[in-house]
């Protein structure tokens, strides 16, 4: 297949994609080609052809996910609440509208039932139709998308669910996302809609060493307040150029040895993970010791009255940040 | 229709391409998409929808022409030679592949015959599929497309041309195109394939106060060592962040004024310039002292030994450079 | 002198300074260093040391002159008022902090008296400090430099001037500047302070086949309101990514040939000008057809009520836009 | 102090700093100024002053160490292993000159005597003069800088190390460090240098889940056929944009639990450690399942016969990778 990028025979790119990670550091890829381009209420989407990361996913202009590596985040995001589970059979995706965290959910054998509520349908659809990846998970019968307010649809529903994944974008104050990251969120409609020993899992923004204080210390901190037993974990995501993190939450206590972790994997899961495994999360789940002070010290809760702002995500909907 | 390039609100663009005018230089566009991509055994061509430019044909990374402005660049090259001439009929380009060159000869009521001898197959089949503006002027049948050499092309012909109109990338020692420029090749080849009063025009690069001195200068010489009258003349493109320079020559006196030029314009050429009339070219013929004395002082002819390097031109074959 | 741009033996350049000559268009200069910075209560200074134009003097982010080609826009600025003058003893300068234009008008020998009236002090002293080419220029006992708003200086003044030099920011509305491209300031400030035969010039922003449309066509059009004889031309600028225009109008004819022009070039003015001469005037008072065709469409003036943006200098001060 | 950076109130930087992490990946930092620029015979130095990483030193446009998150890298390539050991007191440094690593080496208390190797001596100075928190490291009596050839310079000690640090740049064929990184200079120099219970640790390279193949997974696997215990163990460098990885092996076993390795922080180093304790090593030197599973496969070896190539690091000489 041709390529555009070639230059007066050295080599340099014609073509990139360019994110503002912060408002100091830009993050470039070159480019095959801008596969499709649309645009919903929310928010603008496209599906670039990077050379370094294969297929992105990019919504208003921050990189969703890349082709080639976002097992790492959805393997993470997914595996580590499933597996510390007894017996998932409910899930509840709060976002997660790209399909690749129900692609990863769908593998677990004793799943029975997912429902993935995104408020975005375009976002929706336009995944369904050019993300390869995730067409057998949008059409296995067990998912049910429901396009709504995430808020909306778990006050609504009375029945509960054995895990609740958050796959949103992240808390910023004004942006529409924020409210669901609060504690009386956490403790008024999320917590309530959980089964006896369910579990809560969020995406909970960058971790890096210095990044981790933009939001992961606080959504951190916010769910120690409401869930008894509370596990930050982390993973350097490449086409992130950072750390990214994740918390688990859950009123039942969440100890799994490598080994008990790598013979749940065996048992329920169906394929072979490409990153996690018991090792893996042991491992994630020890931070740095600069990480592992600043969250002990953190005191800010997400209220409805306070917030804090990650850059460039200021204008995000309800939707899946990876 | 929608657009990939805003970012958190900001506005920020995220897709651009980027071109290095000179190794210490880029100049970059915002890009809506990358409308197509092929490559020949020549070269990587590819058609980008531009932001500031609009559709914009790039030739191994270097920007050859784009919708917005091309047609300063077609109508100087061609229109001031044809107009020049007493009754142009049988028209000869050398590369042109693109088919603008082709477009704006074809506009003019006198022409008989125009042939268009391009190298590079693929290229001309890519412009004929995908540039519209041109698609007229490839199904004119006066238009005679030849895939060849220019110089095997005009050795081999036995008759004769009124106007030849050189649409070749710049001359590089050891580029294809470098022989197209040489004293022998005028002398031995092209000017003998110009009936009486004929005009040879040439696209001949750059020509900005500093920038002249890459080929222009150079071509100007070696012309003025072949033909009694040489008339240099430039003008400002902005998709190509300088001024470009052309060269018409003849054994038969250039004298034109602005009148004579516009009543030409009037008789001669079908629907209405956008760039190009008598004031116009006054203008684009007078140089600026800066320019003036350094063609004036300017030795160098091309001659089969030496060369004189332009940026990032390296590999180009016998193609339109523009 | 070491160079910091080599990369991995590839020639790569690492620093850049970057500029967006309008949103979806950026022109990138490599750096050799980073010289002076500072600021005023005005806006950003700095002086940086580019690789393909060396010294740029950079005000809030964006060019306003480079050392290599700076003499086209100040050369162009200057000369041609004062060589129509039949005799410039006194000028003004509204603007002009870098001092270059100063530099201009002092070469002509006939000046006796040269106001430099600019709003911010510390671009002069910046300038006076770091731009080697205008030291003499500065120490110049013709030169008397004002710190103050152009209007309010040339209300209170009494005495008149034959030649007034606009070397200020583009007109845009809300900007400082703005005030100083209007009908009512030419008429009821500026022009009482021309003396009998005198002639007003001012840089009038982009010219180029488009971008003319910004602020020059509207310049022309206010300047034709107020002034018998008005006469806008234009230059390329390498270092500007654009052709540049300048309007001079005044109630005495501006009628000089070539011949003339350069006559009086020689007998007025001390050393040589690299860039303008009769034949370069007559050529660049010559605009193209398309920027002719719009000039004369253009209706708007500048009036206290209405303005018109130019990307990028919004928060510009009564500074040089050049 | 003023800043550069604001273009039109946009916020927009303008100068920044540009690295090719590989060829279709760029990371560019804000600048705030370029503070000093050298070259030796060996390559061109630079210290930048960026706004997301502070100070930067940069060789050959490859970023080795920003201020910010050098305690990353430095801590990590020198505690676990001085700390594995029972008493340091000899150290030998290869490269290094950056002034760093010998900073964290000198902060334990055991350590009588170590010698920093480097083969380019502007590069020493220029740290010496340039790094302020090296300063005191650089005048530690302890310390002795030689400016050779690190294998000829071990070849000619008779004298052994308890700890011998690599701290060069990645292995690639054809650059001056790869002979540095074969089997048969772990065996005939380097080891026989090593006392009884001596440790080697080396930086190797980039450790993300697909830049260990670069040089991670072959370094490792080629001192997995020298050393009978073999550690590789990785961090996260946001500076870098990917994880880093080192490698630390000994003919003695290295097994350290948390608990005690953060005994022997509290008894043996100065000063805290910012980012290593022993619950991060415990992490640090779990590799993800990705990563691990590639190591085990890795079969390839550096010898004098074969190499890996990294991206731009081509014309390094023996100097410090970070």
Redesign the interface.
């Known amino acids: 297949m041709?390529?555009?990028?070639?230059?007066?025979?050295?080599?340099?790119?014609?073509?990139?994609?360019?994110?503002?990670i912060?408002?100091?550091?830009?993050?470039?890829?070159?480019?095959n080609?801008?596969l499709h381009?649309?645009?919903s209420q929310y928010q603008?989407?496209?599906l670039?052809d990077?050379?370094?990361f294969g297929k992105a996913l990019?919504l208003?202009?921050?990189l969703q996910s890349a082709e080639?590596?976002e097992f790492?985040y959805h393997e993470s995001l997914v595996h580590p609440a499933l597996l510390h589970h007894q017996n998932p059979k409910n899930i509840f995706i709060m976002g997660g509208g790209e399909g690749s965290t129900a692609r990863e959910i769908l593998r677990h054998r004793t799943v029975e039932r997912v429902v993935m509520c995104d408020i975005d349908e375009e976002v929706v659809d336009f995944c369904k139709s050019h993300l390869a990846a995730n067409k057998e998970a949008f059409f296995d019968p067990r998912l049910h998308v429901v396009i709504n307010d995430a808020r909306a649809e778990l006050e609504k529903r009375k029945n509960g669910f054995d895990v609740i994944v958050g796959d949103l974008a992240d808390p910023i104050e004004g942006g529409p996302c924020y409210k669901l990251y609060t504690k009386s969120f956490y403790e008024g409609t999320l917590k309530p809609r959980l089964n006896e020993g369910g579990i809560f899992v969020t995406q909970a923004g960058p971790a890096?060493?210095?990044?981790h204080t933009e939001v992961f210390s606080c959504i951190y901190n916010t769910l120690r307040h409401v869930f008894r037993y509370v596990v930050p974990y982390s993973?350097?995501i490449?086409s992130y150029?950072?750390?990214w993190g994740w918390v688990m939450a859950s009123d039942s206590p969440l100890t799994l040895d490598a080994e008990k972790f790598d013979a749940r994997i065996r048992q329920r899961i169906e394929g072979e993970?490409?990153?996690?495994?018991g090792?893996?999360f042991?491992?994630?789940s020890?931070?740095?010791?600069?990480v592992?002070k600043s969250l002990a010290k953190e005191t800010q809760l997400y209220t409805e009255g306070t917030a804090k702002f990650i850059?460039?995500?200021?204008?995000?909907p309800n939707i899946p940040s990876a």
């Open positions: 041709s390529d555009i990028s070639s230059s007066n025979g050295s080599g340099r790119k014609s073509c990139w994609y360019e994110e503002e912060e408002q100091n550091l830009r993050w470039c890829f070159a480019l080609s801008i381009t649309g645009s603008d989407i496209a670039l990077t050379k370094p990019v208003d202009g921050k080639m590596d790492i890096g060493v210095f990044s993973a350097h490449p150029a950072d750390t993970n490409r990153y996690l495994d090792k893996t042991a491992s994630a020890i931070l740095s010791k600069a592992r850059y460039g995500h200021g204008n995000c």
